[in-house]
Structures are given as C-alpha cells and as structure tokens.
C-alpha cells in the first residue's frame, strides 16, 4: 500500500466484533463504510446489514475486496465525492472490471489524495443543516479513519452529510476523540465546538495498538456521533464558527481582544453583544459554551454599527 494513502488496518476480530455491536445494525440497517481497506470490517457488517456501500481510494483494496450480493464499493476519494449523490446512489459503483465507473486511475491516486488533503484544510465547513430526510431512509456510518486525514472526513460528514446520517461509529486516534468531547476546558478547540453543533459525542471505547496491522504508535478509540435535531443551536453556523476560529486562533487572550479585529470587520459592538451574551470580556474561548458562543454570534450579527 502507497505510504501516502497508508492507515492502520483493523485486525482483532474482538474490536470488530464490539464495532459491530455499538452500531446496533438490523435487517434493514444500510450502512455507509468509508475507507474498507482489506475488508475485515465489511466482511462482518454484511452479515448484519441490508446494504453495505464502502468507498475506497486504494486501487489494490478495491480489486480484493470480497463480493457480496449486498455490498456496493465505490473507487474514489470520499472528499471529492457529492454526499448527497453518494447517500442517493447517483455515484457509479466499481465494476470487476474496473473501467469507466471507476473515479480515479491507480496511477494518479496517491497524487489526488495528497491534493485532496490540502484543499480540505481550507474548505469551508460550515453548510447549513437541512431538513432531514425520513427515518427509514437513515444511513449508519462505520469507518476506520487515517489518522492524517480524519478532522476533513469528520467536518464533511457532519456540514453535509448530517440529514442523511442516523449515527456514526467512526475509529479514530485517541487524543482525536479527547479533543471532539472538550468543551469548555484547556483541551477545547474550535473543532470541539464545529463537532458538538453537528452531533452529540461520546467515546465507547479505547483501542491499543496491537489491534491494527501495522500497529500505530498512539491509542485509538471508537466514538459515536449523533447528529443533532434542527435547531439546537440558534446562531448561523457559518457566522458561529467565525468566531470559534478567531477566538481559538489567539485563545490566550481574552474574548475582547481576540475577537475585536472579527467584530471590526462585521462592524459590529463588541461590549454590548458580550454584555447582551452575559459574558465577560476577561474570559477565554474554553471558558465558553456552545450555547455561550450561540448567543455571542447572535449578539455581534444584532449589534451592527450605522
């Protein structure tokens, strides 16, 4: 497998055995798999779901993936794919023969997911939550992510994905799954607060090393990510996490000098909208809420100078 597009396969049948448990799947369970890899994961969640589509970069994966009348895989980088199309089925699937339906050729796929990590850095991740859609057309996701590349899966899932997901079980690298649950600590960060707007985060359990091949030199852990309902949370996401990334971009100073240059450009009153939030302006970032900054956002964009 390219170093590039190198992650850590999932081997202990145990760990698999208790992913396939916290995903509580049924008959007609349908399941989004990003990154199958060798399959060991998708091999047991075939037994328990009706469908099963998994996506997959590396060209080598998708041509030994097993067949299974109920398992559609898709070539392609899920970064670059439309979401709505990949829930909707409108993506072509990879056929045995691995032709024109495939996404990428072998030959320029480790270039593009390099390519693909850089622009999603910068992507803004903050669409707007639509209506979802009905229950019963629900998706699960599973995945075990790379580690380099998991805050740009995770940001894409929940800003577009979100009215199509039921939940996620999702590996990821432990001190990943600390950072999403801290909020309002030392450990917060503005991606703390981008994942709890989107979804309810818990961690269900720790993983060592010695489950993957080739083993990893950190812990990891498997979480769980609900999507939240509309309207939890009242502030435009777009403006919201503005001010969680100017805050947390200086987050040793206080909420008035770091979020004085955000306020300048929206022309708005900084002190009436912390007094308006009931926020002091000696507090940090990680001293704030979600809710604190829903009702900052709201204050600044209620504050606009003539």
Known sequence: ????????????????????????LQPDSRVLEIGPG????????????????????????????????????????????????LFEGRIPLFNDSGEADSLFSAHAEQKQVLQTLESSRSRPAHAPLQEPVKAEDKWKVAANLPYYITTPIIEKLLSEGCPYIEEMILMVQK?????????SCRESGAFSYFVNYYAEAETLFTVKPGAFSPPPKVDSAVIRLRPRKLGEIAAPPKQLFQVTQTAFKQRRKTLRKSLQPLASSWRSDLDKALQTAQIE??????????????????????????
């Open 1 to 24: 497998m390219p170093p590039a597009l190198g992650q850590h396969l999932l081997k202990d049948q145990n760990i698999i055995k208790k992913i396939i448990e916290a995903a509580g």
């Open 281 to 306: 302006p000696s507090q940090r970032p990680e001293e704030l809420t979600l809710l604190q900054f829903s009702k900052l956002t709201l204050a600044l964009l209620e504050y606009k100078k003539a």
């Open 38 to 85: 060798a399959g060991a994961l998708t091999k047991e969640l075939v037994k328990k779901a009706k469908l099963v589509r998994a996506v997959e970069l590396d060209a080598n994966f998708v041509q030994s993936l097993p067949k299974y009348p109920n398992l559609e895989i898709i070539y392609g980088d899920f970064l670059q794919l439309d979401t709505g199309a």
């Open 175 to 183: 001190e990943a799954a600390d950072r999403i649950q801290s909020i």
